[in-house]
């Protein structure tokens, strides 16, 4: 089992960046290909990107390709999401996932889910 805790969300002007973090407990992350999705209100869970359990492989989401880039550091246990020329339609809760193959961007794939952080993305 791992548990996961989410951080680093927040209010942002659009054009301007984010950090968010994603601190795994119980299993390491090394056992584990993740992946980060969002949902913004109304709307269906979403994937964003995913990357490899070893950290060399990732994949996005069109929609954030070239803007976000996802990676780990093992030894703090710690994944991370960083997004840059962020756009109002990126305002969402965004939550890291556990537990797929890779190259998954289904919802149901994934078992462990951590508790979301908010992001906002002003005009």
């Known amino acids: 089992q791992v548990q996961l805790v989410e951080s680093g969300g927040g209010v942002v002007q659009a054009g301007g960046s984010l950090r968010l973090s994603c601190a795994t407990s119980g299993r390491t992350l090394s056992w584990y290909n993740t992946g980060w999705f969002r949902q913004a209100p109304g709307k269906e869970r979403e994937f964003v990107a995913g990357i490899s359990s070893n950290g060399g492989r990732t994949y996005y989401a069109d929609s954030v390709k070239g803007r976000f880039t996802v990676s780990r550091d093992v030894a703090k246990n710690t994944e991370y999401l960083q997004m840059h020329s962020l756009k109002p339609e990126d305002t969402a809760e965004y939550y890291c996932?556990?537990?797929?193959?890779?190259?998954?961007?289904?919802?149901?794939?994934?078992?462990?889910w951590g508790q979301g952080t908010q992001v906002t993305v002003s005009v």
């Open positions: 996932a556990a537990g797929a193959n890779f190259g998954a961007t289904n919802v149901a794939e994934y078992p462990y």
